[in-house]
C-alpha cells in the first residue's frame, strides 16, 4: 500500500500492461513441443499474475507468473519474472524451457503499477492458443 497525497492508503498493484498477447503467447511456447510433450493451451492475465496451461503426456499442467519481486522459493527466476508451477505435475525441464522462452521476450514485456483499481474491473486478459499471431 501506498498513500496518496491527502494521506489515504491506495492500494497498488503490478499489472501487465495490455496488447501483449503475441509476447505472452512467445514466452509461453505457442506452437512448440516442450519438454514431457507439453503443448501450450492458452494463458490468462488476470492482476499480477499470468496463468499459462498446458496439455503434457502426464496431464494438464498450470505454470503461473508473476513480477520476479514477488517470487516464492520454489520458483524459477528470470530478471523479471518468477515461475511457479500452479496446478498440476510440471517437470523441472519443462519449467527451465518455459523461463528460456520468457528470457529471450521479457525485455519486451510492459509492467504497470495500478492503484485503487481491482483487477475484476477489466477484460478477463486470456490468451487462446488458436488466437495466439502465427508466424
Known amino acids: 500500500m501506498l ?5 489515504t ?4 498493484e503490478l499489472v ?7 509476447i505472452m503467447a512467445e514466452m509461453f511456447g505457442w506452437g512448440l513441443v516442450l519438454p514431457g510433450e507439453c503443448r501450450f493451451l492458452g494463458g490468462q492475465a488476470k492482476g499480477p499474475a499470468i496463468h499459462s496451461t498446458y496439455a503434457c503426456a502426464g ?3 498450470v505454470l503461473e507468473l508473476t ?4 517470487a516464492a522459493p520454489e520458483s524459477a527466476l528470470t530478471e523479471h519474472f518468477a515461475i511457479g508451477v500452479e496446478r498440476g505435475e510440471a517437470s523441472f525441464a519443462l519449467v527451465n524451457a518455459v523461463a528460456a522462452l520468457v528470457r529471450t ?3 519486451d514485456f510492459e509492467w504497470r503499477w495500478r492503484a485503487g483499481h481491482h483487477p475484476d ?6 490468451v487462446e492458443d488458436d488466437e495466439a499471431p502465427s508466424d
Open 121 to 126: 474491473d477489466e477484460d478477463d486478459g486470456r
Open 16 to 22: 501487465f500492461a495490455s496488447g501483449q498477447d503475441q
Open 9 to 12: 492508503a491506495v492500494d497498488v
Open 105 to 107: 521476450r521479457e525485455a
Open 3 to 7: 498513500a496518496s497525497d491527502d494521506g
Open 67 to 70: 513480477h520476479s519481486s514477488q
Open 59 to 61: 496431464g494438464e499442467v
